[in-house]
Every structure is written in C-alpha cells, then in structure tokens.
C-alpha cells in the first residue's frame, strides 16, 4: 500500500505583483531551481500561516520550501 508521497523544491519570491483590483489578493512569483539548472515560476496568494497560525505575507528575496503531496490513488510506484 501507498502512503501519501511528497516532494520539497526550494525557491525565493521573485517579486510581487500588486493586485489589479481590490477584491483580488496580490500575488508573489516564486522562482523554483529545478534539476536541469533553469528556474520555473509559480504565482501564489501573497498570504502564508507563520509558526503560530498568524497570517503574513512574502517579501522579494525571501527563500521558500514548497512541499508538493499526493494521496493514493493518486500516487503510483515506480518499478
């Protein structure tokens, strides 16, 4: 049987792009080094969870972990 799998990539906040309307939350661009040497990006809500529940938002610069994770049967092992 296949437990959850997961994967962490790490990445830093490129920028942040302000929202283009007030009822839209900004975004930060993550950078994610991958394996063959170039940078993919992501666009996520410039809102996280701190240690203890609060809500704070990413500044440029700043470096991420990025956790990916998959349930069965979502999941396959590989032979």
């Given at each position: 049987?296949?437990r959850?799998?997961?994967?962490?990539?790490?990445?830093?906040?490129?920028?942040?792009i302000?929202?283009?309307?007030?009822?839209?939350?900004?975004?930060?661009?993550i950078?994610?080094?991958?394996?063959?040497?170039?940078?993919?990006?992501?666009?996520?809500?410039?809102?996280?969870?701190?240690?203890s529940?609060g809500?704070?938002?990413?500044?440029p610069?700043?470096?991420v972990?990025i956790?990916?994770?998959?349930?069965?049967?979502?999941?396959?092992t590989?032979h």
């Open positions: 049987m296949i959850r799998s997961d994967t962490t990539l790490l990445g830093f906040v490129e920028k942040i302000e929202s283009p309307h007030p009822s839209e939350p900004e975004k930060a661009q950078a994610i080094e991958s394996t063959n040497g170039l940078h993919e990006e992501i666009r996520i809500e410039n809102t996280v969870r701190d240690e529940g809500e704070v938002s990413l500044t610069g700043a470096l972990r956790t990916v994770k998959v349930k069965p049967p979502d999941a396959i590989k």
